[in-house]
Each structure stands twice: as C-alpha cells, then as structure tokens.
C-alpha cells in the first residue's frame, strides 16, 4: 500500500489522542465483509480447539484487511511513526450471552427492542460487573502488560492497542468501556464516573488506544456472542517530525473531550514530543521563575491525577532548575516499606497505594520523578549518568528509563554507560534497559554483541548461575526484548551502513529458532528491514514452512460440537446472507 494513500490523522484527531488516550475510526470496510470476518471469528471460537489466542490471523486471514487499511495503517502511522510494527500478539475476546431474549414484541411504549432477562445494563463506571462463563472479555477495570517482554509503561506514545469490532455492538451486548485520560495513570485511584466512555459501537469500528489506556469489558446481556479483535502496535523510531496531516504547530484543546481532566501542560508536551519539538515549545502558561520546586516536588505525590501530573510536567518545563530537586525526591524512593520489585503478574494498574509503583513480570511503572527527569532531558544528563552506577536497582532502573525516554540526541553519547546495565547482577535492571535501548533505536558494536548472547543463550557470566537466578528466570522476556531492540536500529536506513551489521543479522537467524513464537516473528520484521539475500531467504523459509492451509477452515465438524451457541453462527450466516442479497 503507497504511504500517500494512508488516511492519515488530523491535528484534532491527535490532540484528542493525547488529551483522552483514544479516538474512532471507521475504516469504511464493506458490511459483507464485517459480517464474514464475525463469523468466522465466530467459527474458530466456538467450533475448534484449542482456543487460537494469537494464531487467529492465521486462523481468519481477512483480518489482514483490517489492519493494512487506509484507516487502520494511517492512523497508526500517525501516532507511532511510519515504521511502526504489528506485535505477534494479537487475540480474539469474546464475551458469551449472560442474558436471553425473553420478549421480542413491542413493548408498551411502542419499541421493538427485545427485552433481555437475567441482569439489568450496568452504568459505564461500573467496577468488575458478572461476566457469563467463558467470557475472555475481562470486566475490571485495567492496564494492560505486554505478552512475553513485560514492558515499561511510558507517557510518550511508544506502543498502541488496536480494537476491531466486527459487528454491531449495542449497550446491552457489552462494548469494551475506556477511562478518558487514565493512559498517564501509574495507578488507578482517584478515577470518577464522568471520565467512564461506554457507548455503541457500530460494526467495522476500530479504536486506537493508547497502551496504557484503562479499559475495561462489560456484561453481554444478548442470546449470542459478542467478539472483539486486539491487536498491538509498536513504534521503532523516535519521532522527528509529526507524521501526521499537520498543519497547526500550537496546542489547542478540542471541545468536548472525554475526559474531564484540564491539563494544558502536560497535553503540550506529549503534542511537541510527537512532533520532533522542544517538549516546552508554544507553552505560555508558566512562569518558571514562579515555580516552586519544592512545592511542587509535593504536589507530585498528591491523590489528585490532576494536581500529581500538572505538577510533574511543571518540573519538566522548568528544566534545569528543577533536575537537583528531582534528583533528590527520586533517591528517597530507594529502599523503604514498598515492596518495588516483585514476581507475579501486576493487577492491571490496581496499588494498596497511590505513590506505589513497582517492577513485575508483566511491567515496570518508573517513579514520576524519573519521568520529569526524562522530558526535561539534556539539562539531566550528567545526573542521570551518575546515577546509573547508584548501589539501588531501583534507582538504576528509573535512570536508565529517564534516558531512554529522554531520546537518541541526548544519550547517544552515553550508550556505553546505559550497556553497562546489560551486565547488571539484577535481571529486572537488565529487562529495563533493554527496553530503553529499544526506545532510542540506537546499537554499538558491543551492545549488539550483548544482545546476540541473550538471543543465542551465550551469557558466559551465568553459566554457574543457579535455577533460582531470576536472570535465567527472565531470559525469555530478556530474548524478547534484545530482538525488540535489533528491530528499532534495523528500521534506521543508516544500519545497512554499520560495520556489525552482519552480527546483528546472525543474531536474528539464530533468533529464528527461539521456541517462543514472538522473538522469531518479530526477527522477521528486523530482518527485513537488513535487507540482505541470506536474510530474506531466511525468512522466506521461515514463514513458509508455517503457513496455513485455508481449505482446512471448512473441515467438517463433529457433531458433539454442532449443539453449541449455534444462535449465535446462524446469526452471523443469516448477516452475510443478508448483505449477498443487498
């Protein structure tokens, strides 16, 4: 697809992005084809086994068209870059029929719409409502964690969740519910019901939501299934310019945003960090010299989202002056009664405590501190540096994000010091910098050398390291990540130029064989992007020896499965009849 037929965002499409944390789009896809790709999502769900989980683009390959569409493609592009890349993980949820249709008559007031019995339609706030049995659609409300690589959670726009609803989707069948403006939440306290977005959503509709976006499923008080497709995107560059139809450089607030938060500050400095600018550029609202740092080092820690996140990007347009302040308030975060560092899967953005964050296998949220530390950037560096060899993994950790999302043209110059951390004792400081590497796109020599002993399982440091090592524990997530980061400096044109680039290629081969399906999947992509024969046979070969046999979609089905939810396929088939007759 040429990049000038992208449907490409508008400057009020972005800034209500950034402002709510999602917007709509209609990718204009035929009903015909809506209806078809329901069902035979409705198929594999509910007529095979195992379940698909993220084989389900193999499954029902139409869903190609949903994500390389003009809409889908251009909004994407628009917000995470024009190299931006689909994560192997992509999966069907479905909420299964809690209800049944008990009337379908007019009812006294002269309406057709069926009642439903068994529950009442929940309010969008709701916290965890019944789900029916089998239900994948989770009812909490939550934040999501990447699969396989237990991510960072960053504010700027580094990875995106794609939702696809390929039918209708009224309030009583239980549309996927958003929290406007959670997407800057390290924790989910403090939330109120106006910021609750739960509405109908017609069929073909797709939501682009930040990844950190709170959101939630709801009830389906229907007699069928309801389906939903996610998929995950990433960015792999840092934005220099906006890629989007720019037209207007100064942030404006839209009318009738979602949530109810007024953060001009901090909405301009994500808006300008998306564009390549200054992070600061066109803010009139401050008067730095007015600032207290002290005041507002406090004012960080308040319950209030809003008081906590005006105050931190504050700091953040302050700059310089505010780095020692921040500095010190990140170094009380060491040690102490919080329990930083754990196993375990992190509730979906639920804390005991408002200030709490903490490393998981599922994520790490970094200390706002470090998040200031990382927007004002340059003017950071040389404390950020220093505090890279800190006794505290914890505050290793919150240095290295700090540089990471301070961005390539500020800790080019550093990356040895970050690769440092690579070597790290503590595993998590390892996950957390590669994560950091991924983010800035940039390799060295040596760097690229340590991710190829990750990928390749060669640490030779950990070769008497015992099972209860959490280094060993991590490398799946630690394998994940270095092709991650290959992939970010593969999708720079400059890397066809490197002198190592044939390492990073013999990495990504090696990388190939990996028993987890998401590093070799993603080694596709990065190797690709090299560009070289070897590399494209590879993958050729690679990708052909897994390809799906279509005919197998229409296999017979034993009878014992033919008795399940079958009001629910001869919907579906009833709505692609329907549209063959249109």
């Not at 408002?354 to 790490?364: P, V, Y």
């Amino acid at each position: 697809m040429e990049e000038q037929k992208l449907q490409l965002l508008s400057d009020d499409q972005v800034r209500r992005f950034v402002a709510d944390g999602f917007i709509f789009i209609n990718p204009n896809l035929a009903a015909s084809f809506n209806a078809e790709v329901s069902q035979q999502i409705a198929y594999a769900l509910e007529y095979e086994l195992p379940h698909p989980g993220d084989n389900i683009l193999a499954r029902v390959p139409a869903l190609n068209a949903v994500c390389q569409s003009p809409a889908v493609k251009g909004a994407l592009s628009s917000l995470l870059g024009n190299q931006f890349v689909f994560l192997p993980h992509r999966f069907p949820h479905n909420s299964e029929p809690l209800g049944s249709v008990v009337d379908n008559e007019p009812n006294q007031r002269g309406s057709g719409d069926p009642v439903y019995s068994k529950t009442q339609q929940i309010n969008a706030f709701e916290s965890q409502p019944e789900m029916a049995k089998g239900s994948i659609s989770a009812s909490v409300w939550h934040q999501d964690s990447h699969a396989f690589c237990g991510r960072t959670r960053w504010h700027t726009v580094r990875a995106a969740n794609v939702f696809y609803f390929p039918h209708e989707t009224p309030l009583h069948m239980g549309p996927t519910r958003f929290l406007a403006g959670s997407h800057l939440y390290a924790t989910l306290h403090d939330l109120c019901p106006e910021q609750a977005v739960m509405q109908a959503i017609p069929a073909g509709t797709v939501v682009i939501a930040h990844f950190d976006l709170a959101h939630a499923g709801s009830p389906n008080n229907s007699d069928v299934g309801r389906y939903m497709m996610k998929f995950v995107a990433i960015r792999t560059e840092d934005p220099l310019a906006a890629t989007w139809n720019h037209k207007d450089a100064q942030w404006k607030t839209p009318d009738d945003l979602f949530t109810h938060h007024h953060l001009p500050v901090v909405w301009n400095s994500l808006w300008n960090w998306l564009r390549g600018a200054d992070r600061n550029e066109g803010y009139s609202g401050l008067k730095k010299d007015a600032v207290d740092v002290r005041s507002s080092i406090e004012g960080m820690k308040s319950r209030s989202q809003q008081e906590r996140l005006s105050n931190l990007y504050e700091l953040a347009a302050v700059g310089a002056p505010a780095v020692d302040g921040l500095v010190q308030a990140l170094l009380q975060t060491s040690g102490g009664v919080r329990k930083k560092i754990r196993l375990g899967k992190a509730v979906g953005g639920g804390s005991a405590h408002h200030l709490d964050r903490f490393f998981s296998d599922g994520q790490f949220v970094p200390e706002d501190f470090a998040i200031a530390l990382g927007a004002i950037g340059l003017p950071a560096l040389d404390a950020l540096i220093e505090l890279l060899d800190h006794d505290e993994p914890w505050i290793r950790m919150n240095a290295v994000y700090a540089l990471g999302d301070a961005g390539p043209n500020v800790a080019r110059s550093v990356l040895p010091q970050i690769s440092q951390l690579l070597f790290d004792n503590e595993a998590s400081v390892i996950r957390v910098t590669l994560d950091a590497i991924a983010a800035l796109g940039i390799l060295e020599a040596p760097t690229a050398e340590r991710l190829r002993q990750f990928i390749e399982r060669q640490v030779p440091e950990w070769g008497a390291a015992t099972g209860m090592d959490l280094r060993l524990a991590m490398l799946e997530q630690i394998r994940y990540l270095s092709v991650i980061a290959m992939l970010s400096w593969a999708s720079d044109v400059e890397c066809k130029e490197s002198q190592f680039l044939s390492l990073v290629e013999a990495a990504l081969l090696h990388g190939l064989k990996d028993e987890n399906g998401y590093p070799p999947r993603l080694a596709c992509l990065a190797l690709e992007r090299c560009g070289s024969v070897e590399s494209l046979h590879a993958v050729i070969q690679y990708l052909r020896e897994r390809s799906w046999d279509a005919e197998q979609n229409t296999r017979a089905v034993g009878a014992w499965t033919l008795a399940h939810r079958s009001s629910t396929l001869a919907r579906l088939n009833t709505q692609v009849d329907n549209q063959a007759d249109a």
